[in-house]
């Protein structure tokens, strides 16, 4: 069974910093581009960030760039989400997902992806 587990989400101040983890089981990491998403109450899921199969491309959006880093290691069949500087506006339900693709081109379109983890809250309050 195909299966994407994230982890690491939390309560925290803003100018502070959480990791993300997503875990894949049943499948390896290793040939799909992996996204994170997230949605916040009553608005769209949006795309964040994505990595490439060989971990050589990297997107963000606008609002996380300079801030957020993507990151994986195949050998731990593993994706994480560095957030640096968090936000209040960060707080939000971060999905990863796996696409059906190598590559990122478009990352952000949720029928991309074949396979989506439960989500973790990461909640950004003082």
């Known amino acids: 069974q195909l299966q994407l587990v994230e982890s690491g989400g939390g309560l925290v101040q803003p100018g502070g910093s959480l990791r993300l983890s997503c875990a894949a089981s049943g499948f390896t990491l290793d040939y799909y581009a992996i996204g994170w998403f997230r949605q916040a109450p009553g608005k769209e899921r949006e795309g964040v960030s994505c990595?490439?199969?060989?971990?050589?491309?990297?997107n963000y959006a606008d609002s996380v760039k300079g801030r957020f880093i993507i990151s994986r290691d195949n050998a731990k069949n593993t994706v994480y989400l560095q957030m640096n500087r968090l936000k209040p506006e960060d707080t939000a339900v971060y999905y990863c997902a796996a696409t059906k693709n190598s590559g990122c081109s478009g990352y952000a379109t949720v029928s991309l992806y074949h396979s989506w983890g439960q989500g973790t809250q990461v909640t950004v309050s003082s």
């Open positions: 990595i490439s199969s060989s971990g050589g491309t990297t």
